[in-house]
């Protein structure tokens, strides 16, 4: 499916992202460029590539160097990066305001002009941002995180018609609970803080790492070249 493509992969060492990596392999994707954002365990898989990525848009431009020198363009790239956090509104101090915004925003926008300006994606591309269900519905002690998301699903609008011109995609997916990540400590503190209810609320369950997967690869395969601009929902019922 993916035959032929070079891809870029933000994000951390998540199962999520670990996921998103093998799926890749698997359909047979030439290169694939990993930028974690943190100290990753050896991922041993064919044709993969791993450059540091620090997740703040100001050391990017540094940072992504490497890439220039690989001297390869782009037909896709996935931004799973970013961070959760649970704070209630009394709480939202200027400085966690910035950082959430920082890293689950400004990072991808950065990431997306220095590709841009340095040439680096292919006519035809596919851009992915991974957004959340947070983004569209109201949450106790999620305002800041939701507002991130929000913003991060407009600049996908904005770039999407942006790039039409090139023929390039760029979308987002809403995604809800995910089982890989029910340990992660913001979302521990989510659902002590809703007693569960939230997560009751995912009519389906939670969602598994290969489904979110299988999702990802397919939009950036050519087996659909005009959806753009969309923010895709995967939550299992949950904004029913």
Known sequence: ML???????????????????QKISDAEAKQMVFCPEENVDTINLPNLRVIPFSGHPDALSEQLKELTELKISFDGVVFAGGIGGVRPAKLNSDSFVRQMFERNVFAFLEVIRLLLKKRLLNEGASILALSSVSSIKGLKSKSV???????????????????????????????????????????????????????????????EPEELANLITFLLSDAVKTLTGQAIVLDGGYTL
């Open 3 to 21: 035959k032929g493509k070079n891809l870029l992969i933000f994000g951390n060492s998540s199962g999520i992202v670990r996921q998103i990596l």
């Open 145 to 207: 995180y939701s507002a991130s998301k929000a913003a991060l699903d407009a600049s996908v609008r904005g770039i999407a018609a942006e790039l039409s011109t090139k023929k390039i995609r760029v979308n987002s997916i809403q995604k809800g609970w995910v089982s890989s990540d029910m340990d992660l400590s913001f979302i521990k503190s989510n659902t002590a803080i809703s007693k569960d209810d939230d997560f009751s609320r995912q009519l389906l369950g939670a969602i």
